[in-house]
């Protein structure tokens, strides 16, 4: 063979090489979105208990990203069409400004996700699935860990359909900005990310929750409150009516909240308040009407009269594992606002990070 001939062999594969490698290249592309989804698929299929689903799944390699269309999530013995989990959108990406900092994370943004807990489908059926199964799927999911999550125009929901009419407990228009999970930054901290979310609740009311965490541990630590504010109560009659017997005419709920966990122990306090409310309404019935009275006369009894509100400040405390109220506190408490002093409309701010941390170091000396 001569010295022309190789040469003219040799520039064709100089050629062919880098052209097979980008026709590989352009058509593992254009397979990659129908893999990834099998996998999400069978992902998904491999959770206890329930099945799985998505539309589509859209690469985007200049972002190092996926974005996961339309994904489902239901109970497999569900009596409801109404899916657990049903997202829009998520996007998972790399988060680049902490690849900057030497750390390997990812962040997500899930576009308008529903997470409706239908408690008729939810019932044990002996397959649900534990922790660790959720904790596999996630991890599957997303391999790398996710250190910023953004929820947009979210809905989670408490719906019971045997319930006559069908109970309807919901948050609406729910925005979440959770940052800094995995303590990219600011690791000196002891509570080093910040969580914040506004929505619209049952009732039109006004959901404000502010918060720090530490979720790089096995029982996360955080000194979280919320409140709801300036809800229609009216909303929540369906809810009374079934167990209760009561519905009402008018008046408005809120409610306000504190959670501190330090070490697994948990303190803190859940304050419902009803302001201006009626209990009794023309339309009612002679027997409906006599039960409603009966709770309206305690209602009356048992209300602040000067500012017309009946409230309760619930506790909890204690360790994670063994999580309850305090019934005794609870009802000093409804007479505490009757009769003493009525509640303030806003969060106490006397239970915080510290609180916990004291309790959680008290159980320990008492352990040893």
Known sequence: MSKEIRKRGYKKKRYIIPLGIIVFLIVLRLFMPVLVKNYVNNVLADIPGYYG??????????????????????????????????????????????????????????????????????????????????????TDLVPISINNLQITDGTVAFVQMQADPTIDLNLKNLNLNATNLRNVIQKERSLPSEVSATATSIGNGNL?????????????????????????????????????????????????????????????????????????????????????????????????????TLATKVPLEGDLNNLGTKTWPTVTNIFKNAWIKAYKGVVDDDINFEDAEKEADSVKQKAK
């Open 208 to 308: 404000v929750l502010d918060g720090k965490m530490n979720l790089v541990k096995e029982v996360p630590d955080m000194d979280i409150a919320f409140s709801v504010t300036e809800a229609d109560v009216k909303a929540l009659n369906d809810f009374t009516k079934y167990y209760a017997e009561i519905d009402f005419e008018s008046g408005t709920f809120e409610v306000f909240g504190e959670i501190a966990i330090a070490d697994g122990y948990l303190k803190g306090s859940i304050k419902p308040i009803i302001k201006d409310s009626k209990l009794v309404g023309k339309e009612d019935g002679f027997l409906e009407t006599l039960w409603e009275g009966f709770v309206g006369f305690f209602k009356f009894v048992l209300k602040n009269q000067k500012n017309n």
């Open 53 to 138: 689903h998505v539309d589509g799944i859209d690469i985007d390699l200049y972002r190092g990203a996926y974005v996961i269309e339309n994904m489902t999530l239901s109970k497999v013995e569900a009596g409801s069409e109404v899916p657990f989990l049903d997202f829009e959108e998520t996007d998972i990406s790399i988060e680049w400004n902490a690849l900057i900092k030497g750390r390997i994370v990812s962040e997500i943004h899930i576009n308008k996700p529903k997470i409706i807990y239908v408690l008729e489908d939810q019932q044990d059926d002996g397959t649900e699935p534990e922790v660790e199964d959720w904790t596999k799927a996630l």
